[in-house]
């Protein structure tokens, strides 16, 4: 009896699931803040590095990268990010990799769902810099605790710079943000025109002789000239260059509430202070033509106000 019970145990074969005899299909996800050269190349830097890192690996197999070159505060608006998460949940990964959990989400609420959310479709997230696999047993504690102090971190980064910005526009010095704008290069913390004035003074030339915003896109766009993104100029961004008043030689500082550390949005309500500096820079156009601009926006204004407040009265008539 013994031994027939032994013969029927060496009988029994376990067989491992089919998605654990195969290699996990391994991706990485990368951020950068902004378009800047230095930021580029930390993007690159990163891909190189996860490409080669998953590539290298005998039980990974390459399963892309994803990544966004911008500043999101909300996971929806960051189409790398969305594009990963889609073919996660189709079964197109296994494993995702990212360098730190204040690249893969801004807050700890959002952190925790995304990767709850990973996780009921099988998928593991890896975080290089904390050193976490949310499939290892209790990475769920621990990842509340690090997405908590990363959300703090990003809090106080966000107070500094305010802080600094604030001093330095006290002095009459002002922060370049992305440090591109349209005709302009920043030499030596100083606004510099460059090959690209003409596009401005063009615009500003018809605008003044009554073009409208499309024959100046198309004007524009005729000659070779494009948007900072290489784009041709929308009347979104005809209009942001009119109403810009660096291109005078002028600058406002602070135009806004300081932006929420989570949400990137100005901060409603909230007062903070304004200076404007006149002569601050190399102007593109002269002041005459750029107040010109203005009253010309401004009587547009007027009359589409006019005949919105006439429509509603021959309405209620």
């Given amino acids: 009896m013994g031994g027939s019970d032994r013969e029927e145990e060496k009988r029994i074969v376990f067989i ?28 690159e830097a990163q891909i190189r590095y996860y490409t080669d890192y998953i590539r290298s690996s005998p039980e990974w197999e390459f399963a892309g990268i994803y990544f966004d070159v911008k500043s999101a505060a909300r996971a929806e608006n960051r189409p790398g990010f969305q ?3 889609r073919d996660a949940a189709a079964g197109r990964a296994d494993v995702i990799l990212v360098k730190s959990i204040s690249r893969f989400a801004r807050n700890m609420v ?33 990842l509340s605790l690090l997405a908590a102090i990363a959300q703090d971190e990003s809090r106080r980064i966000s107070e500094n710079m305010e802080w600094s910005c604030l001093q330095r526009m006290r002095r009459g010095q002002f922060c ?27 615009v500003f030339q018809m605008f003044v002789k009554g073009c409208r915003y499309r024959e100046i896109s198309e004007a524009v766009e005729a000659a070779g000239g494009r948007s900072i993104r290489g784009n041709r100029l929308s009347s ?7 109403r810009n008043e660096t291109y005078m030689g002028d600058k406002l500082l602070q135009k806004q509430p300081p932006k929420n550390y989570l949400t990137r949005q100005p901060r409603a309500g909230e007062p903070y202070e ?5 002569d601050d820079h190399e102007a593109i156009v002269d002041r005459e033509t750029w107040q010109r601009a203005g009253q010309i926006l401004e009587e547009r204004r007027r009359r589409r106000e ?10 209620q008539s």
């Avoid at 699931?17 to 993007?43: I, N, P």
């Avoid at 440090?179 to 030499?187: E, K, N, R």
Wanted: aromatic share 6%.
């Fill in 16 to 43: 491992p699931r089919q998605r654990d005899r195969r290699r996990k299909r391994a991706a990485a996800y990368c951020r950068v803040s902004t378009g800047m050269d230095a930021q580029e190349d930390s993007l």
């Fill in 83 to 85: 594009a990963l998460l």
């Fill in 110 to 142: 959002d952190c925790q769902r995304t990767v709850q959310m990973l996780r009921e479709n099988g998928v593991d997230v890896i975080f290089s810099r904390e050193r976490i696999h949310t499939g290892a047993p209790g990475s769920s504690m621990l």
């Fill in 176 to 202: 370049f943000g992305s440090g591109q704008i349209l005709g302009y290069d920043t030499v030596e913390g100083k606004l510099t025109s460059n090959e690209d004035a003409w596009i401005v003074k063009l």
């Fill in 236 to 242: 979104a961004a005809i209009l942001r260059i009119l």
């Fill in 274 to 278: 304004s200076r404007y500096l006149t």
């Fill in 306 to 315: 006019e005949k919105r407040l006439g429509g509603k009265c021959s309405n």
